[in-house]
């Protein structure tokens, strides 16, 4: 089993910045892939972004892309995700996710953190 525990989400203004993070623990060395989805209220969860735990490819959703910047940190079993220029759009509650290698779905879930962006 892996667990995951988010921190960083708060109320910020527009234009400004914040940076979640997830700490994984457990049977980390399954891992191959990990991810950040959000969900706001009235709409389905999405990926925002996702990175792989031994090469660091990462992908972005388009709205995101040139504003947030995910990363890992493998020695603390930890992903990023730096969050600039956030609009009030990227309200929602935050969620990290891992994918055990082999597998085709995000096997563990954190808690989720909420981010509030201002107008």
């Known amino acids: 089993q892996v667990q995951l525990v988010e921190s960083g989400g708060g109320l910020v203004q527009a234009g400004g910045s914040l940076r979640l993070s997830c700490a994984a623990s457990g049977r980390t060395f399954s891992i191959d892939l990990m991810a950040w989805f959000r969900q706001a209220p009235g709409k389905e969860r999405e990926l925002v972004a996702s990175?792989?735990?031994?090469?660091?490819?990462?992908y972005y959703k388009g709205s995101v892309k040139g504003r947030f910047t995910i990363s890992r940190d493998n020695a603390k079993n930890t992903v990023y995700l730096q969050m600039n220029s956030l609009k009030p759009e990227d309200t929602a509650v935050y969620y990290c996710a891992a994918s055990n290698r082999g597998t085709l779905k995000y096997d563990y879930w954190g808690q989720g953190t909420q981010v509030t962006v201002s107008s």
């Open positions: 990175i792989t735990w031994s090469t660091g490819v990462s």
